[in-house]
């Protein structure tokens, strides 16, 4: 770094750029708090509704106010007619992340109140788009399989009515319990990738869905959600082996391991910007996979697992992040692969657009500083420089 040249921090790492009251990530204690609240004593007491309301609106609802919000939420679950027929114009070999982004942005379109971004307004946006996203995905996995959309089904929470949806089957209480705790685990992160993105078009008072879009194709690379795919993507091509034992299975994932770290290859589901001793949500969710692994009797999965993950900390010290537990979970569930991002998604909007009020309140357009390093000042053949 010469005198003059100030200094740059890549990917902003360490870069502290705003307050936040939406969550608190704590890398030394490992620890996340929503609104305050550990996340793990959430997962195991809250439907996903119960911690959306949290996020929104910085407490957790009374009865009447979740009641009040369940009505609302049941009754904005379908699509329109219009909706399904711009997604039935998408082909099939798009990703389902670019069917999210149409979608969100098509509900942007849709919305009366697309240019409010009254704090009221933001919320009842940010509530329709929580009500209408699972229905979204669904509709999208049924259409690639050649499959008739399921419609939502009032008498159902969230959890259960999604995997309804995408099923067309009333789905064990142990699976809408891991599929709940799945949601909230992924719901918000402070100013990860994505939320970042969706403040910075928050930022320039643009509107809560162009800001949520935005979070989308933020959302779909495999360094940030479309690391989920990418970990299942790792156990398909390692091969699920029925007959053989853990002890095999491990042997098998640490091989591979071994040469994709040869070779230098980034192993998707593990790392994390933030965490560098483990993240704080892996727990919980390895719980609810080895509830899935009881549940589905495929323990098969679990050699795999775990040979990944101690032959990654004993060559580089790195620990798995949330993707890697949630990505088989998802799987064993049914869930196609390129709809596992989706399903973060579908949690995620909780955090962003609670983040996108959070900034509308206290704005400042987002616009760091960038070090010039292309060529010194020059001119075209016969021009006159500036004066
Ligand atoms: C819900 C979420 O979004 S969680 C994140 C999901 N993303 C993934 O799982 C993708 C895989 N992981 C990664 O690419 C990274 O760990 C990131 C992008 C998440 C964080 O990266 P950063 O903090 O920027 O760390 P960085 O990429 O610089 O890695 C530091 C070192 O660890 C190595 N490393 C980090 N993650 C991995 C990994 N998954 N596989 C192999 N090596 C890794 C890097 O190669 C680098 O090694 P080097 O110093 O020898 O060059
Ligand atoms: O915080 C991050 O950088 C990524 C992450 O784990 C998340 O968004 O859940």
């Known amino acids: 770094m010469t005198e003059t040249q100030s200094e740059v921090r890549k990917g902003l790492a360490g870069v502290v750029a705003d307050y936040t009251a939406v969550s608190k990530v704590n890398p030394e204690t490992n ?35 979740l009641a009040e919000f369940t009505t609302r939420e049941r009754a904005h679950r379908a699509l329109t007619p219009e909706l399904k027929a711009i997604i039935d114009a998408l082909p099939t070999t798009c990703h389902p992340m670019d069917v999210c982004r149409t979608a969100a942005s098509v509900l942007g379109a849709q919305d009366p109140e697309a240019e409010d971004s009254s704090a009221e307004a933001n919320l009842r946006k940010a509530q329709k788009l929580f009500a209408a996203m699972p229905a979204v995905v669904c509709y999208d996995q049924r259409r690639r399989r050649g499959q008739e959309p399921v419609a939502p089904r009032e008498d159902l929470g969230y959890s259960a009515n999604f995997l309804w949806m995408a099923f067309g089957e009333e789905a064990d209480p142990a699976v809408v319990e891991a599929f709940n705790t799945s949601m909230i685990l992924y719901a918000e992160h402070s100013f990860n ?195």
Request: hydrophobic letters at 45%.
């Open 31 to 65: 620890s996340l708090l929503y609104r305050g609240y550990p996340v793990q004593e959430l997962a195991a007491n809250c439907s996903f509704e119960q911690v959306a309301l949290l996020l929104w609106n910085g407490e957790l609802p009374t009865e009447a106010e």
């Open 193 to 387: 990738a994505s939320t970042f993105t969706a403040r910075v078009v928050t930022s320039t008072l643009s509107d809560l869905h162009s800001a949520v879009t935005a979070a989308i194709g933020a959302l779909k690379g495999p360094l940030h959600g479309g690391a989920n795919e990418a970990v299942m993507e790792t156990f398909v091509e390692l091969g699920i082996r029925t007959e053989e034992s853990a002890a095999e299975a491990e042997a098998r994932a640490k091989a591979w391991m071994d040469e994709a770290l040869a070779a230098k290859k980034k192993v998707m589901g593990f790392g994390h910007r933030v965490y560098k001793h483990g993240d704080s949500r892996v727990p919980t969710m390895k719980a609810a996979l080895d509830a899935m692994i009881a549940h589905y009797g495929r323990p098969e999965l679990l050699g795999l697992y775990h040979g990944l993950e101690k032959s990654m900390d004993e060559a580089k010290g790195i620990k798995p992040n949330l993707d890697y537990p949630a990505g088989p979970t998802y799987w064993l569930m049914g869930f196609d692969i390129p709809t596992f991002t989706p399903l973060f998604v579908a949690a995620r909007i909780t955090g962003w657009t609670a983040h996108i009020m959070e900034q509308v309140a206290a704005n400042s357009l987002i616009r760091p500083l960038s070090e010039y390093n292309g060529p010194d000042e020059r001119h075209l053949p016969g021009a006159r420089a500036a004066q």
